[in-house]
């Protein structure tokens, strides 16, 4: 068995990824995920093992098939748990797809998606529990996570420190100590 201690972050960047001329940098869901490596280099209580970090990395022009996609699978294999960065700028490419598939429907990873669109639980989901069509409208943009996230425990929270933090140090959101079901978490 792989160690499974890091947590793989999934999140949309153009295609072809080139890093030259800002790149993924510059690129709206990429900022969050330097965000959550930022609270990582500044708070050693805060959990996050960086699964981008086990694998070597590749250059611009990579094959997808010989070098890419089998990258991404490793370091899945790797993983406790998926983050996935989830927004209004958040489109359906090819490895964001791969990603969701495999850590879901092979690895069984269970996933905390962050929404850095929103700021409070309440504007996920309403006083009853149910998810905001603002929420499922997202889903929507990812037909692979829409349709495969009942398959592992899956956490639904704004982009906060406070809250990626709790949920990092919960077990339940770990693939070697999973719950069952759908959470959205307050401080």
Not at 33 to 42: D, E, L, V
Not at 55 to 74: I, Q
Not at 134 to 148: A, C, E, G, V, Y
Request: proline share 4%.
């Amino acid at each position: 068995m792989n160690n499974r201690t890091g947590n793989y972050v999934a999140f949309y960047v153009d295609e072809p990824f080139y890093e030259g001329n800002l790149g993924a940098y510059a690129a709206y869901d990429f900022c969050y995920y330097q965000m959550i490596k930022t609270w990582k280099a500044t708070d050693s209580d805060f959990h996050f093992v960086n699964s981008h970090d086990k694998t070597y990395n590749v250059k611009d022009g990579s094959s997808w098939e010989y070098t890419l996609k089998p990258r991404l699978h490793d370091r899945l294999l790797r993983s406790k748990n998926i983050i996935l960065i989830l927004s209004s700028h958040t489109k359906y490419s090819r490895a964001l797809r791969e990603e969701i598939d495999y850590g879901v429907n092979t690895c069984g990873l269970p996933v905390i998606v962050i929404y850095p669109d929103f700021s409070k639980n309440t504007d996920i989901v309403d006083s009853r529990g149910d998810f905001l069509p603002q929420i499922t409208n997202l889903w929507n943009k990812l037909p692979i996570f829409r349709d495969s996230m009942d398959e592992v425990a899956t956490v639904h929270i704004p982009f906060q420190k406070q809250l990626l933090k709790k949920v990092l140090s919960d077990p339940k959101f770990t693939v070697q100590h999973m719950g069952d079901g759908q959470y959205f978490f307050s401080v």
